[in-house]
């Protein structure tokens, strides 16, 4: 059974450029989660998709946005890139409500923007 | 809104020892969730233990339990005969039970646990 996974591991992209980050999450799950990790910190909730919607969303801009498609995967999509925005991206993912049941983190997309 | 402090950045003990890992939070809401994740280089996020608020029972897993002090809002982790692949960084997280988890984890910014042999 896999776990959750992330795609691509790695990227590098340049101040005012856009990217998309994908998530599948494991099987059975329908809620993700996207969180970003900065070196050194914690990470931090940025938004929570369930049956293709956005349910709450963290103190993140609109730069930020997602997408859920029917088979539950997800998407992360971030504009305009900011020198800021370099952090660890990671998804996780859980059966209906997150706090009851366990959520199952992915290993992360690595981002820097130079 | 909710806040998570762990106060120990780095801890170092020997194998086979315990070790406590301190962890306070701040909320104003009765029912929530508390949890322990630990985050090796790997850095992949993995549940170590989750507390319910509403459960006086300490939690425990094996080598890990948790003293939760809910009126002092403390929530330490305990790690008993500590092995080497226990090193990793540590992180304290709340999760509010309104709303069913929509607004996701709040961590704190980790404890470095490192086991030397």
């Known amino acids: 059974d896999a776990g959750v996974t992330q795609s691509p591991t790695h990227l590098i992209k340049t101040r005012g450029q856009q990217v998309t980050l994908r998530c599948s999450p494991k099987?059975?799950?329908?809620?993700v989660s996207w969180y970003q990790q900065a070196l050194g910190q914690g990470p931090q909730f940025i938004f929570q998709y369930y049956e293709e919607e956005e349910r709450q969303r963290g103190n993140f801009p609109d730069r930020f946005s997602g997408h859920q498609f029917p088979n539950y995967s997800s998407e992360l999509n971030v504009n305009a890139l900011l020198l800021g925005d370099s952090a660890l991206y990671l998804c996780a993912s859980s059966f209906g409500l997150a706090g009851v049941n366990e959520q199952f983190f992915g290993p992360g997309t690595r981002l820097t923007v130079l | 809104a909710q806040t998570v402090t762990q106060s120990q950045p780095e801890m170092s003990v020997q194998e086979a020892e315990t070790v406590t890992l301190s962890c306070t939070y701040d909320?104003?809401?009765?029912?929530?969730?508390l949890f322990w994740y630990k985050q090796p280089p790997s850095r992949q996020m993995i549940l170590v233990i989750r507390?319910?608020?509403?459960?006086?029972q300490n939690a425990t897993e094996n080598r890990f339990s948790v003293n939760f002090q809910k009126a002092a809002k403390s929530f330490s982790l305990k790690i008993s005969d500590s092995q080497l692949g226990d090193t990793a960084m540590y992180f304290c997280a709340f999760m509010s039970s309104s709303g069913g988890g929509a607004d996701g984890l709040t961590f704190g910014k980790g404890t470095h646990l490192i086991i030397q042999p």
């Open positions: 099987s059975g799950h329908d809620t």
């Open positions: 507390q319910e608020a509403y459960k006086q």
């Open positions: 909320t104003s809401e009765n029912n929530y969730y």
